[in-house]
């Protein structure tokens, strides 16, 4: 008896429909009868349980899978995984890996099974699953999505072999960008963050037809026995289910009968056990947490500044700012004295992946200052409140440049003195109230905490 668990993205109507696309290969004679449906967060690889139905979902189907392994008749697990068209497609292809392999991990655990019983296998950006999407729904420019993702290949290289042109820049390229933007919000959650586990047991006269689960799932005569889920039941088809290498089959570099491209580099590492090891080692992309910068605009005016923000998850982060410049010339009665904390809250947007892309933001601040150059001097302290927008983008593994404004309205209330023979004469008290620009950024920005370093895979 041999358990298998197919990894992709969840839409019930797309399950079928992935059945048929494993057409002809090593999995011959072996029909559905189970399955279970995880999600993952936008650009995380960790099986998290409190996701959605996650919890629930592996805990019947690792139950189901403990319990084929106790009767002695497991011979084997297999996963796949997929991710969606954002970031680039060699690191697609590691983070669809690395999935496969953080769940075949977890079910190792879980299930109490030998690690050498599963294979895990991720293939890269689920292309045929999103063609599946787009053909079911009425978005706006559906056939000329369509026509590109039946025709353009994945890479088009021109006489040297150089890459001009392909699928995904196409999409993108489409009116603007609008169906890919839309494609991003409704279907690419799909394919990166989730997957299905189909149990499939092997046909033959030496299985039980009561074999039937633990927790109350019956047995499946025509899916050729074993625990089948009754959601399920209706939605997997029972059929045989061959093996498929590549979620955009012939459609990828073959079709442009050009040289290898990129995303055939990692069928060799999907082949090949240790060049896979070694591969996903080499390329593994970290996911940092937190980032730490300073704005060059105020370090090359001699106020240094410092910046933590914390990314709470895709969608939102904290950060919080000083700067601080504390000079100051006695005997020539200058004085550069200048703090300020300014707390914000970001809402990031058109995002290729964590720290790269656009945000707004809102903030407030306190300062304290005392500005005097030779003459009349102000000292005082002032409070701001205001909106800010950005954009984030890496120039290395771990670094990044971040350009930013700010727009708000600030009030001050601030003493005004004379520098008269040795001393510092009061003149008045003022308060100011100023609305316009409040902050200008270029900052360097250094990301680190990565929580996808944790150890994992199949031991």
């Known amino acids: 008896m041999r358990v298998i668990l197919s990894g992709l993205s969840l839409r019930k109507l797309l399950l079928a429909g992935l059945f048929g696309a494993f057409a002809a290969g090593e999995l011959h004679g072996q029909t559905a009868a189970d399955s279970a449906r995880i999600y993952y967060r936008r650009g995380h690889r960790e099986v998290d349980i409190r996701f959605r139905e996650n919890g629930s979902e592996l805990e019947r189907f690792i139950g189901c899978v403990?319990?084929?392994?106790?009767?002695?008749?497991?011979?084997?697990?297999?996963?796949?995984?997929?991710?969606?068209?954002?970031?680039?497609?060699?690191?697609?292809?590691?983070?669809?890996?690395?999935?496969?392999?953080?769940?075949?991990?977890?079910?190792a655990r879980r299930a109490g099974i030998p690690g050498e019983l599963i294979r895990a296998r991720g293939e890269g950006v689920a292309w045929e699953l999103l063609r599946g999407m787009v053909a079911s729904s009425d978005m706006r420019c559906r056939d000329e999505v369509l026509d590109i993702l039946d025709n353009t290949p994945l890479w088009i290289f021109d006489g040297a072999g150089r890459i001009v042109d392909g699928r995904k820049k196409r999409l993108m390229d489409l009116r603007g960008g609008v169906p890919y933007n839309y494609m991003?919000?409704?279907?690419?959650?799909?394919?990166?963050?989730?997957?299905?586990?189909?149990?499939?047991?092997?046909?033959?006269?030496?299985?039980?037809?009561?074999?039937?689960?633990?927790?109350?799932?019956?047995?499946?005569?025509?899916?050729?026995?074993?625990?089948?889920?009754?959601?399920?039941?209706?939605?997997?088809?029972?059929?045989?289910?061959?093996?498929?290498?590549?979620?955009?089959?012939?459609?990828?570099?073959?079709?442009?009968?050009?040289?290898e491209s990129p995303s055939s580099e990692m069928e060799t590492s999907r082949t090949d056990p240790a060049v896979r090891k070694e591969t996903t080692v080499a390329e593994r992309?970290?996911?940092?947490?937190?980032?730490?910068?300073?704005?060059?605009?105020?370090?090359?005016?001699?106020?240094?500044?410092?910046?933590?923000?914390y990314r709470i998850d895709d969608r939102w982060s904290v950060n919080l700012e000083g700067d601080v410049a504390w000079w100051k010339n006695d005997g020539r009665h200058r004085y550069y004295q200048l703090a300020t904390v300014s707390p914000e809250g970001r809402y990031w947007f058109g995002t290729r992946k964590p720290w790269h892309g656009h945000y707004v933001g809102v903030f407030g601040g306190f300062s304290w200052y005392d500005l005097?150059?030779?003459?009349?001097?102000?000292?005082?302290?002032?409070?701001?409140?205001?909106?800010?927008?950005?954009?984030?983008?890496?120039?290395?593994?771990?670094?990044?440049?971040?350009?930013?404004?700010?727009?708000?309205?600030?009030?001050?209330?601030?003493?005004?003195?004379?520098?008269?023979?040795?001393?510092?004469?009061?003149?008045?008290?003022?308060?100011?109230?100023?609305?316009?620009?409040?902050?200008?950024?270029?900052?360097?920005?250094?990301?680190?905490?990565?929580?996808?370093?944790?150890?994992?895979?199949?031991?």
């Open 184 to 259: 991003a919000e409704h279907f690419f959650p799909g394919l990166r963050t989730g997957f299905s586990a189909v149990i499939r047991l092997e046909s033959g006269p030496d299985v039980p037809a009561a074999a039937a689960c633990a927790d109350g799932r019956e047995a499946d005569p025509a899916a050729g026995t074993g625990c089948t889920s009754r959601s399920e039941a209706a939605a997997v088809p029972s059929r045989e289910i061959p093996d498929t290498s590549s979620p955009g089959g012939p459609s990828d570099a073959s079709r442009s009968g050009a040289a």
């Open 285 to 309: 992309e970290p996911l940092h947490r937190l980032a730490v910068k300073t704005n060059l605009l105020y370090d090359a005016v001699l106020m240094p500044s410092l910046e933590v923000e």
């Open 66 to 107: 403990r319990e084929v392994y106790e009767t002695g008749r497991l011979e084997g697990v297999e996963i796949r995984s997929y991710a969606s068209p954002d970031g680039t497609d060699r690191l697609n292809e590691t983070l669809s890996r690395r999935r496969a392999d953080s769940l075949a991990s977890y079910i």
């Open 372 to 459: 005097e150059n030779g003459a009349r001097g102000y000292r005082g302290e002032a409070e701001t409140v205001g909106l800010s927008y950005g954009y984030m983008f890496p120039v290395g593994r771990s670094l990044s440049f971040e350009a930013g404004i700010g727009i708000g309205y600030m009030h001050s209330e601030y003493e005004e003195y004379l520098p008269i023979d040795g001393h510092y004469v009061y003149q008045q008290t003022s308060r100011m109230n100023y609305f316009g620009p409040l902050k200008l950024k270029f900052a360097l920005v250094w990301r680190l905490w990565n929580t996808d370093g944790k150890k994992g895979g199949v031991r």
